[in-house]
């Protein structure tokens, strides 16, 4: 059986007004319109599979939502089959900026076509709690590291939602580098790509595995956010001029269903995406983590692999709220009254228990039909469909949805003394 439903569990009454609570947010009252950054700000690529199956590196020149229009790095000289970092550097900035500025011949993608902004690698770096009105909203008091696995999938894509679960959004920021990053001079030398991207949490696994007295240790929250499509990423793969100036102005924002539920810019990252990489360079990101039962560094070798993503962490405005006096109250008389006191010190599981089947029972989380929405300024648009386990679409080929289910039994494994 699930470890997310008690198997008994006692009837208290549930709070009225439960279903429809929900975080508030701080929104701009101008509504996002993605666009291309300018030329004379960034260049904007994307990557689309060849008649062959060769990738081919597009520059991107007009962008109106379901269709883009792009050159072909391959007409300017570049290989084809190479990454878009090696395909640009090949035929270099001006030539870029020629290309893009001036008369010429373009072809016309449709944006369900066009493969995942992010590399084909499976391991990245999430953060958590690094904007300031999220870390308030989830009881955060610090910035933190975890490693998320998964590959990425389309900007056009579709979720599973298993029965249990309680599925979160969250819109981020990424970036991914043109090589390996060992030392804060590396990130400094580096060619820096920024994507948008979704990283999806089951917060029913969350809460059953979470340290609640060092969330810092960030122990659950691979185990939570790794899973098949749980990384989909945005159109494109911008390259900035000035990453800093970049970040500082883009803005992010969330639609469930067509209601705007997160707003944000980068600016409001607590740590930029220079202290990011130096927080994980420095003493492994100072966490205690594992995944599927077992102990794993935060980076293998100490180094940020050439592929892998930083995220940025979200901003405020997710669907998870802590546990209520009712959740706890509920969850300590389940502890004392079924003798579960007998066997585990802590009511911590019984609480756990509790929250998530409240919060099933008032299906505030997202379900099978919804439709997730993550926009940017100019990275482009993330459109995902929830569907069931049954549903046939969950085989269609998308890059980086193989990623296989996690065993319950072996992801308790890792958890501390407190939950057990």
């Given at each position: 059986m699930s470890y997310y439903t008690a198997p008994i569990s006692l009837s208290l009454f549930t709070i009225p007004g439960r279903?429809?609570?929900?975080?508030?947010?701080?929104?701009?009252?101008?509504?996002?319109?993605?666009?291309?950054?300018?030329?004379?700000?960034?260049?904007?690529?994307?990557?689309?599979?060849?008649?062959?199956?060769?990738?081919?590196?597009?520059?991107?020149?007009d962008y109106r939502g379901a269709h883009i229009e792009a050159?072909?790095?391959?007409?300017?000289?570049?290989?084809?089959?190479?990454?878009?970092?090696?395909?640009?550097?090949?035929?270099?900035?001006?030539?870029?900026?020629?290309a893009a500025t001036t008369r010429g011949s373009r072809s016309r993608y449709v944006i369900d076509d066009l493969l995942p902004s992010g590399a084909m690698v499976d391991k990245h770096l999430a953060t958590g709690a690094n904007f300031l009105e999220h870390a308030k909203e989830a009881s955060?008091?610090?910035?933190?590291?975890?490693?998320?696995?998964?590959?990425?999938?389309?900007?056009r894509t579709t979720l599973v939602v298993k029965p249990g679960t309680l599925m979160d959004y969250e819109a981020e920021i990424s970036v991914?580098?043109?090589?390996?990053?060992?030392?804060?001079?590396?990130?400094?030398?580096?060619?820096?790509?920024?994507?948008l991207c979704g990283d999806f949490?089951?917060?029913?696994?969350?809460?059953?595995?979470?340290?609640?007295?060092?969330?810092?240790?960030?122990?659950?929250?691979?185990?939570?956010?790794?899973?098949?499509?749980?990384?989909?990423?945005?159109?494109?793969?911008?390259?900035?001029?000035?990453?800093?100036?970049?970040?500082?102005?883009?803005?992010?924002?969330?639609?469930?269903?067509?209601?705007?539920?997160q707003d944000a810019r980068g600016g409001e990252m607590i740590l930029d995406f220079e202290a990011l990489v130096a927080k994980a360079l420095t003493n492994g990101g100072g966490g205690n983590y594992c995944f599927r039962g077992k102990p794993i560094p935060l980076l293998d070798d100490e180094t940020i692999a050439r592929g892998s993503a930083v995220m940025s962490g979200t901003g405020e405005g997710v669907i998870f709220m802590?546990?209520?006096?009712?959740?706890?109250?509920?969850g300590i008389l389940d502890h004392i009254l079924l003798g579960r006191f007998l066997h585990e010190k802590s009511p911590f599981n019984s609480i756990a228990n509790r929250f998530v089947r409240n919060e099933l029972k008032a299906e505030r989380y997202m379900?099978?039909?919804?439709?997730?929405?993550?926009?940017?300024?100019?990275m482009g648009a993330v459109?995902?469909?929830?569907?069931?386990?049954?549903?046939?679409?969950?085989?269609?080929?998308?890059?980086?949805?193989?990623?296989p289910s996690i065993d319950d039994e072996t992801s308790l494994t890792c958890m501390s003394g407190e939950h057990r």
């Amino acid at each position: 059986m699930s470890y997310y439903t008690a198997p008994i569990s006692l009837s208290l009454f549930t709070i009225p007004g439960r279903s429809t609570r929900m975080n508030r947010i701080s929104a701009e009252t101008q509504v996002l319109k993605p666009e291309l950054a300018p030329v004379s700000t960034a260049f904007t690529f994307t990557q689309v599979e060849g008649t062959s199956g060769e990738v081919r590196v597009l520059l991107v020149t007009d962008y109106r939502g379901a269709h883009i229009e792009a050159i072909d790095l391959a007409d300017l000289g570049a290989p084809v089959g190479a990454d878009v970092f090696d395909a640009s550097a090949a035929v270099g900035d001006e030539a870029l900026k020629r290309a893009a500025t001036t008369r010429g011949s373009r072809s016309r993608y449709v944006i369900d076509d066009l493969l995942p902004s992010g590399a084909m690698v499976d391991k990245h770096l999430a953060t958590g709690a690094n904007f300031l009105e999220h870390a308030k909203e989830a009881s955060s008091r610090t910035v933190f590291n975890f490693p998320k696995f998964g590959k990425p999938t389309p900007a056009r894509t579709t979720l599973v939602v298993k029965p249990g679960t309680l599925m979160d959004y969250e819109a981020e920021i990424s970036v991914r580098f043109d090589r390996d990053i060992r030392s804060i001079a590396d990130f400094r030398a580096a060619r820096m790509g920024f994507f948008l991207c979704g990283d999806f949490t089951d917060r029913a696994r969350l809460v059953h595995m979470i340290d609640s007295k060092n969330i810092r240790s960030a122990r659950g929250f691979s185990d939570a956010k790794s899973g098949a499509d749980y990384f989909p990423t945005g159109p494109f793969l911008v390259i900035p001029h000035n990453w800093r100036t970049f970040i500082q102005k883009e803005r992010i924002v969330t639609y469930l269903n067509g209601e705007l539920r997160q707003d944000a810019r980068g600016g409001e990252m607590i740590l930029d995406f220079e202290a990011l990489v130096a927080k994980a360079l420095t003493n492994g990101g100072g966490g205690n983590y594992c995944f599927r039962g077992k102990p794993i560094p935060l980076l293998d070798d100490e180094t940020i692999a050439r592929g892998s993503a930083v995220m940025s962490g979200t901003g405020e405005g997710v669907i998870f709220m802590p546990p209520t006096w009712e959740d706890k109250l509920g969850g300590i008389l389940d502890h004392i009254l079924l003798g579960r006191f007998l066997h585990e010190k802590s009511p911590f599981n019984s609480i756990a228990n509790r929250f998530v089947r409240n919060e099933l029972k008032a299906e505030r989380y997202m379900r099978v039909g919804d439709k997730v929405v993550h926009e940017s300024s100019s990275m482009g648009a993330v459109h995902v469909k929830l569907i069931a386990p049954d549903d046939p679409r969950q085989n269609i080929r998308k890059p980086g949805s193989s990623v296989p289910s996690i065993d319950d039994e072996t992801s308790l494994t890792c958890m501390s003394g407190e939950h057990r």
